[in-house]
Every structure is written in structure tokens, then in C-alpha cells.
């Protein structure tokens, strides 16, 4: 779809909207005005009023809409949201369904609400805001309200000090056929395995040093991949005694392992965890169907689940975590309900709910006619918040993501007490996220709403061909943590 930009230069704030309400037909950025279908559009700054309009020409069809405000009010956040409520009303006419969040384009959506909290307003007011300036339907306002209360109480944790830290372990059992992650299967890339954890130890032990000499503490620790429990047992206990050895946790309120696939799990690999030091675990099925999971490409059983989660419990664990996802191709809304109700019956303190990304760099190797529609998709999500309410619990964060099905999003729901808050602070981006590992990207928050990005080298093969340059980046990293005032 042709799109040219009259009057302004925010190709962002309207291509990414674009995206979202017309996912089958990107947008073909014009220099010049065009000729044929396509969108148009335009921004008019007058004296009193900045007016946007947009006009979507399709054959003899012409849509238009405009929205307009006082031109001393027009900042560049206030003229970006008048650009997208203006697309947002003629890409309404023009489509069969409204999507779920309105003229609302961002990953993050609960900082929308986080910050109007954060002003003074209520809930009420906040649920006014999302449905007359960005048309968000009641479902999404209520869940974003939700988590932004949670990301209220998550932030008063926080001291000026803390940061959370993030360690990457990119190997899977096997690649999912929708995983678009940096990872690596051991089947391929299992020789790395070894060396990958011998260069991540390094770093592990030189950003220890650097957390010690500079004053910061560690909030929150989550490692996360790939798949961690991949290591075996030995490995794993190893990875965790550095852990341990270097990082000074006495202030570290939660320290995840992603478990991931329940068939990397067995009784002593889980003892190791738990003793290792780990307070929370995610235990992901994606899907409690074993004709969905073989579609998908993972070589475990539902019941291998159900026996990976009991074996946690044994372990000691009272803090486990399990995703799923709607969408995935061959399931059904009855199988999706069967997930839900199995799930639930084992009675984890949080469910990640996700909604199936088709992402460039994953496998694509369904058919249409496998792939749920938009309208099950609704269903389906509709199903586990139903079903997540009566059971006690409440969305605790979300975000979302490029190419999901019907434009839905990521929502983790937590029983009371049990928010997962490096979550919190990781997709909020409330504080400094220092990451370790392949594929790992630092954030150090400067200043609220201020980030400097630092990224390790994303394969497993460059991280350890480059493990040398590994020291220079945290140099780099705590320079600037020192600059930083409180």
C-alpha cells in the first residue's frame, strides 16, 4: 500500500499504525505524491489549530478523516497521537473489524497509563483517556489499567541504586518452527554449548567485580534464552555457583530460571536450580495438545508438562510460571479451553498468555487453513481472561509485538502476591537492565524515558569469537552508571 506523507516527517508513528491495521499490505513509503490506491497523509500547522487528515483512496472509493488540535498544545508526542487518530478514524471505515487497541501503535501500552496514574489521575480517568483520544476496546482498558497499577506497585521496590540483570543462555532442545529468537538447537550446536559457558563465566566474574566496585545493586536477576536448563545438571550447578560466587543477591527480590521446554527438566536438574539460588520458574508448554506440539516442532508431551511441574513443586519451588499461546497452528477453541483447564488445575502462580507472532526470521511452513483466524484468536484470549479471572488472577504486565494475529497482545496474569517483577522492570523500562550473554542488550536508564543501548554479540559463534571485547563494553557500561545521579 502506497503511503506518502504530506506536511510532516513522522514516517514512524503512522507506518507502524499502518502496519497494525493493514498487516497484508505494508506500506510503500512515497516521495512524491502517487497515482492509484494508496493512503495519503497530511499535517497543516495553523495559528490556532493543527489540523491532521488522512485519506485512503481504494479505486473510486475515497475515506477520509481528520482530527485537530490547538496549535500551542502540539508538541511532537501530541502532534505524533493527532497523526494516528486521524488514520485510526478512516482505517476504521475502511475495515471489516476494529482492532483491539484502537490508535494505540506502541510494544508498550501500559506506559500510556503508567504515566497518567503517575499524574494524579484515577482509574476512571485513565479509562476515559484510552477510549476518546485512542479508541481502545473495554478488554484492552481494563487489562492496561490493571498492569499499570501493578507497575505502580512493583515501582516503589525500587531504590535509586537498583538494577536488574539479565543472563542469556541462546540454545534450545530444538527450534521451534515459529521462534524468531537468536537460539541455537544442541542438535546443530551443541559443541558450543561447552565453550559458550566457559566465555559467559568470564563475563559473569568481570561484571561481578565491576557491580561491587560501583555501588549498584541487584534487584532482580532472570535467566532467560533459548532455553537455560538445556546445560546439564553439572552445568548448570556451575552457571549458578558464579552466580553466586559474584553477584552480591542480598538485595535481589526475585531470581528466575526460564525452564522453558518441560523436557530439559528432571528432578535433579530442578534440585540444582532451587538450590542454586533460583526463587521463580517458567514452566512452558505453549500448549497442553499433542497433536498442536508436534505441529510446532517441540518433542515433548503434555504430560511430560504436568510431570516437569510436579517435580518443581517437589523441588521447593512456590513461584512457577507457565506460557501459552493462542493462535498456534491446528489448535482448535476446543483444545485451546482443554490447555486453559489443565493449566489451571495444576495451579501456578502466574500464566503468561501469549498471542503467535509470525515474525521474517521464523519458520513459515503451515498452510493458511492451519493457522487460526483473527476471530478465534479473539475467542481463544477472551477464554483465558474469562477463565484467568475466575481463578483469581490479574494481569500484571503486557506488550506487544510486530505480526500477531489481529493485532492482540502479550498479558502476564498473576495470582496476588506473585507479579513476576523483573517483568515489570524490564518492559517498562523502569530501571538499568544489564545483560549478560549472547544476544543480550543493556539498557541503562539515564533518566526516565532516557535509554543507552548496548548489545553482546547475538550468535553463540560471535559471542565466543568476540569474548574479548566483552570487558571494553562493561567499562563502557559502569563509566556510565557512574555518571549517573540519583
Known amino acids: 500500500m502506497k ?72 508538541d511532537v508526542r501530541a502532534t505524533r497521537r493527532l497523526l494516528q487518530r486521524s488514520f485510526y478514524r478512516a482505517a476504521a471505515q475502511a475495515r471489516d ?36 483520544e485512542f479508541y481502545v476496546t473495554t478488554p484492552r482498558r481494563k487489562m492496561c489499567i490493571e498492569a499499570a497499577n501493578q507497575t505502580l506497585a512493583a515501582m516503589k521496590h525500587l531504590a535509586p541504586r ?9 540454545f534450545c532442545p530444538t527450534r521451534c518452527a515459529y521462534c524468531s529468537f537468536v537460539s541455537q538447537s544442541i542438535e546443530k550446536f551443541g559443541d558450543l554449548l561447552a565453550p559458550y559457558l566457559d566465555v559467559l563465566l568470564r563475563e559473569i566474574e568481570y561484571t561481578g567485580k565491576k557491580l561491587a566496585e560501583s555501588g549498584w545493586h541487584i534487584r532482580t536477576l532472570y535467566m532467560g534464552g533459548g532455553t537455560p536448563t538445556t546445560l546439564s545438571s553439572p552445568q548448570m550447578a556451575r552457571l549458578l555457583q558464579a552466580v553466586q560466587d559474584n553477584f552480591d543477591l542480598s538485595r535481589c527480590l526475585e531470581f528466575t530460571v526460564e525452564g522453558g521446554r518441560p523436557d530439559t527438566l528432571d528432578a535433579e536438574k530442578l534440585a540444582v536450580i532451587k538450590n542454586g539460588g533460583a526463587t521463580r520458574i517458567s514452566i512452558n508448554p505453549q500448549t497442553m495438545s499433542d497433536s498442536v506440539l508436534h505441529t510446532i516442532g517441540r518433542r515433548h508431551t503434555a ?15 512456590t513461584d512457577i510460571n507457565m506460557d501459552i499461546i493462542a493462535g498456534l497452528p491446528c489448535d482448535m477453541l476446543m483444545s485451546f479451553t482443554n490447555t486453559m483447564q489443565e493449566i489451571l488445575a495444576l495451579d501456578p502462580t502466574n500464566i503468561t498468555v501469549h498471542t503467535l507472532a509470525l515474525k521474517k526470521g521464523a519458520a513459515r511452513s503451515w498452510t493458511q487453513a492451519q493457522l487460526p483466524g483473527w476471530e478465534m484468536v479473539r475467542d ?12 483469581g488472577f490479574t494481569p500484571y504486565y503486557l506488550y506487544r509485538q510486530k505480526y500477531t494475529t489481529g493485532g492482540f497482545e502479550n498479558t502476564g496474569w498473576c495470582r496476588e502476591g506473585y507479579p513476576g517483577l523483573y517483568n515489570i522492570y524490564m518492559m517498562e523500562e523502569l530501571h538499568t537492565i544489564l545483560s549478560l550473554g549472547g544476544g543480550g542488550m543493556t539498557k541503562v536508564q539515564l533518566a526516565p524515558g532516557q535509554l543507552e543501548r548496548f548489545h553482546n554479540p547475538k550468535s553463540p559463534q560471535d559471542y565466543i569469537a568476540r569474548a574479548d571485547e566483552l570487558p571494553r563494553q562493561k567499562d563502557e557500561i559502569f563509566d556510565l552508571l557512574a555518571r549517573i545521579k540519583e
Open 162 to 170: 537498583d538494577l536488574s540483570v539479565y543472563i542469556g543462555i541462546p
Open 3 to 74: 503511503l506518502y506523507l504530506l506536511g510532516h516527517s513522522e514516517r514512524y508513528a503512522v507506518e507502524q499504525l499502518q502496519m497494525q491495521l493493514f498487516p497484508d499490505d505494508p506500506a510503500e513509503i512515497c516521495d512524491e505524491p502517487f497515482t492509484g490506491d494508496g493512503i495519503i497523509s497530511a499535517l497543516f500547522r495553523g495559528k490556532t489549530w493543527v489540523t491532521a487528515t488522512t485519506r485512503i483512496i481504494r479505486g473510486r472509493t475515497v475515506i477520509r478523516s481528520r482530527a485537530h488540535i490547538r496549535t500551542e498544545k502540539a
Open 380 to 391: 481463544m484470549l477472551s477464554i483465558a481472561s474469562r477463565s484467568l479471572r475466575a481463578a
Open 97 to 132: 473489524q476494529l482492532p483491539p487497541w484502537g490508535a494505540l501503535a506502541g510494544v508498550r501500552p501500559t506506559k500510556l497509563a503508567t504515566a497518567a496514574l503517575l499524574e494524579g489521575k484515577d482509574d476512571k480517568a485513565v479509562d476515559k483517556m484510552l477510549r476518546k
Open 303 to 317: 504430560q511430560q508438562t504436568i510431570e516437569a511441574y510436579q517435580m518443581a513443586r517437589a523441588a521447593g519451588f
